[in-house]
């Protein structure tokens, strides 16, 4: 398993600020995936971190709105920009491990963001 | 993109009885398919999971089959207990790849 590490826990935040969001993990691994998580709802991908290369987004999210960072194989920040009270959700990393062909996703504890 | 739906949304029983739970995939290229649990305010959990070269895997109380040319999957919980109460979360993807979640299910179980 991994440990990964996810900062902050939670937070509220001013409508029209913007709120980065870390990812700590504690071995190498090649791909980091972000996912938000709206109240009551299931998980859906915002994009898949690839270290020394850009995001690629999923249909819905765009990079002006939520740009990310992966500066190393360990570590990815997910920014949420220009917030508003419908950001306000449950965003989670996540990472998969394992030998090629039998990876395992595992997940950090999650951000609880509130938008007000 | 692959689709995942998951039914039902929401599952009560008695403790000691089984929970059963379904989900279809729409994308005959998945080969992999993790359940999660997830309790209220925590990471979801990996629970179990199946490839797509086997029908069927159980450990201790949990069990899922994969029916690869109905595309569904199923997740069996026998002789529940208070703490198997949670949302469960089907999932389906390309080995390696991104994984597509299904709605969840909320599992309440009864004393």
């Known amino acids: 398993s991994a440990v990964i590490s996810q900062k902050p826990s939670r937070d509220i935040c001013q409508r029209g600020t913007s709120l980065t969001i870390q990812c700590q993990v504690d071995s190498q691994v090649t791909m980091m995936f972000w996912y938000r998580q709206q109240p009551g709802q299931s998980l859906t991908l915002i994009a898949t971190?690839?270290?020394?290369?850009?995001?690629?987004?999923e249909s819905g999210f765009v990079i002006d709105k939520f740009p990310i960072s992966r500066p190393n194989l360990t570590f990815s920040t997910l920014t949420v920009s220009n917030m508003s009270p419908e950001d306000s959700s449950i965003y989670l990393c996540s990472v998969e491990l394992g030998a090629r062909g039998n990876t395992e996703a595992f997940f950090g504890q999650g951000t609880r963001l509130t938008v007000v | 993109g692959e689709n995942v739906e998951q039914h039902p949304s929401t599952l009560s029983v008695q403790e000691g009885d089984s929970a059963v739970i379904k989900c279809t995939y729409s994308d005959s290229a998945s080969n992999y398919f993790p359940w999660y649990k997830q309790e209220l305010g925590k990471r979801p959990q990996l629970i179990i999971d199946?490839?797509?070269?086997?029908g069927e895997k159980k450990d201790q109380r949990i069990a899922v089959t994969l029916n690869k040319t109905a595309k569904h999957f199923s997740l069996h919980i026998t002789e529940t207990q208070p703490e198997d109460s949670a949302v469960y979360f089907c999932?389906?993807?390309?080995?390696?790849?991104?994984?597509?979640f299904g709605a969840g299910t909320t599992v309440t179980v009864r004393a």
């Open positions: 999932a389906a993807s390309i080995t390696d790849y991104k994984l597509s």
């Open positions: 199946i490839r797509s070269n086997v």
């Open positions: 971190a690839n270290q020394g290369s850009e995001a690629t987004y």
